[in-house]
Nanobody
Framework: QVQLVESGGGSVQPGESLTLSCTAS????????VGWFRQVPGKEREAVAV???????TYTDSAKGRFTISRDGSKNALYLEMNKLQPEDTAMYYC??????????????????WGQGTEVTVSA
């Protein structure tokens, strides 16, 4: 069973940057779809970016041009570099892992393993 641990969250001002990290236990991390999601209280969890088994990233519209997802298979690590942060980016950010083979989607139910989350707050 893979376990995920996120880190790197914090409080920043609009326009600043943060890089989130997710470390996975176990092996084979690079052979699965993984991604970053976020959630604010009272709202559904939403995708930010995913990266498939070929290393191909896909971003939601809110992340395009500002965020970069990357994976280091040798370290079993997933990263999310976030630039030009805005107050609407404030959320709990989660790393997620999909065990079954299949398309790498933005749908949270497709992911069966989640980290505990790391909080990002963007305010002036």
């Amino acid at each position: 069973q893979v376990q995920l641990v996120e880190s790197g969250g914090g409080s920043v001002q609009p326009g600043e940057s943060l890089t989130l990290s997710c470390t996975a236990s176990g092996s084979g991390f690079s052979r699965h779809c993984v991604g970053w999601f976020r959630q604010v209280p009272g709202k559904e969890r939403e995708a930010v970016a995913v990266i498939d088994t070929n290393g191909r990233p896909t971003y939601t519209d809110s992340a395009k041009g500002r965020f970069t997802i990357s994976r280091d298979g040798s370290k079993n690590a997933l990263y999310l570099e976030m630039n030009k942060l805005q107050p609407e980016d404030t959320a709990m950010y989660y790393c997620a892992y999909r065990t079954p083979e299949g398309p790498c989607t933005f749908d949270p139910p497709d992911f069966d393993t989640w980290g505990q989350g790391t909080e990002v707050t963007v305010s002036a």
